[in-house]
């Protein structure tokens, strides 16, 4: 499998809000809901942020939200924050391993 | 706390072999899948591979697949990766990762990472 497409990077002001896309295939991302997305800032091991599309792990804030439509899923984060800068990474699967990443979209805070 | 901590990156040359091992702590390491993920300098995640809580069951990216081999020694509560054959594609930050409980395919604790680097 391909990795997953994600735009290389985005921006955004501190109060807004920014919506990072990942696209797949109809075997993945748009046949399954078992697509999840990590935070990593600069030097950092990756965190969990979301999985099965919009759940959040525990502590992790309601201002990150996802959604998916056919074979694009979206991670949306509201009211910008400084330390909301980093990496994010989508991940998905064919409904069994392996387990595909796409290439990692940069948000800067401006 | 949960926490892993992986360790055994070194500089290697092409064609050798590497044990990389990943100390658990804070859950019940029995009965968590675990995974393996690298990251090339300046390059996105990519998944190498996952063993079941009882070790029975393993799965490998097809880029390591015959070269690397995923294991686990429950009663140290440690998980390795064996890698022979080095290239210089394996070149990259390795971290180990516990899976969410009751789900295959998320990673909700990572260790800080172990650099391997393939180089003459």
């Known amino acids: 499998q391909s990795a997953l497409t994600q735009p290389r990077s985005v921006s955004g002001s501190p109060g807004q809000s920014v919506t990072i896309s990942c696209t797949g295939t109809?075997?993945?991302?748009?046949?399954?809901?078992?697509v999840s997305w990590y935070q990593q800032h600069p030097g950092k091991a990756p965190k969990l942020i979301l999985y099965?599309?919009?759940k959040r792990p525990s502590g992790v804030p309601d201002r990150f939200s996802g959604s998916k439509s056919g074979n694009t899923a979206s991670l949306t984060i509201s009211g910008l924050q400084g330390d909301d800068e980093a990496d994010y990474s989508c991940c998905s699967c064919a409904g069994s391993y392996p387990l595909i990443f796409g290439g990692g979209t940069k948000l800067t805070v401006l | 706390e949960e926490q892993l901590l992986e360790s055994g990156g070194a500089l290697i040359q092409p064609g050798g072999s590497l044990r990389l091992s990943c100390a658990a702590s804070?859950?019940?390491?029995?009965?968590?899948?675990m995974t393996w993920v690298r990251q090339a300098p300046g390059k996105g995640l990519e998944w190498v591979s996952t063993i079941d809580g009882t070790g029975d069951s393993t799965y490998y990216a097809d880029s390591v697949k015959g070269r690397f081999s995923i294991s686990r020694d429950n009663s140290k509560n440690t998980l390795y990766l064996q890698m022979n054959s080095l290239g210089a594609e394996d070149t990259a930050v390795y971290y180990c990762?516990?899976?969410?409980?009751?789900?295959?395919?998320?990673?909700?604790?990572w260790g800080k990472g172990t650099t391997v680097t393939v180089s003459s």
């Open positions: 099965d599309v919009s």
């Open positions: 109809s075997s993945d991302v748009g046949g399954y809901n078992h």
């Open positions: 804070g859950f019940p390491f029995s009965k968590r899948s």
């Open positions: 990762a516990k899976h969410l409980p009751g789900y295959y395919y998320y990673m909700d604790v």
